[in-house]
Nanobody, 117 residues
Framework: QVQLVESGGGLVQAGGSLKLSCAVSGSIFRINAMAWYRQAPGKQRELVAAITSGGNTNYANSVKGRFTISRDNAKNTMYLQMNSLKPEDTAVYYC???????????WGQGTQVTVSS
């Protein structure tokens, strides 16, 4: 059974930093595409950043230059380094793992990030 567990969320002041982690078990992590999404109250879930199995990345325009996505295949873990945080970054952050062999997405339970002004 595939499980994704996020951690690292919390409360931070504007301009601060947080680093989120997503640990994956039960899947061949190194071949999966990974991504971070977020959902703010009353809004749709949106893509924040994604990283392929080969390490190629892409970012939402709103976080470019502030957030960095990375992965450690030896630890089956993905990260999101978030710098210069803004109140509008406040949301529940979810990680997603896509098994490209069978085209199935797996989601974590989410971690709350709150940025105070």
């Amino acid at each position: 059974q595939v499980q994704l567990v996020e951690s690292g969320g919390g409360l931070v002041q504007a301009g601060g930093s947080l680093k989120l982690s997503c640990a994956v078990s039960g899947s061949i992590f190194r071949i999966n595409a990974m991504a971070w999404y977020r959902q703010a109250p009353g809004k749709q879930r949106e893509l924040v950043a994604a990283i392929t199995s080969g390490g190629n990345t892409n970012y939402a325009n709103s976080v470019k230059g502030r957030f960095t996505i990375s992965r450690d295949n030896a630890k089956n873990t993905m990260y999101l380094q978030m710098n210069s945080l803004k109140p509008e970054d406040t949301a529940v952050y979810y990680c997603k793992s896509t098994d490209g062999r069978i085209y199935i997405d797996y989601w974590g339970q989410g971690t709350q990030v709150t940025v105070s002004s």
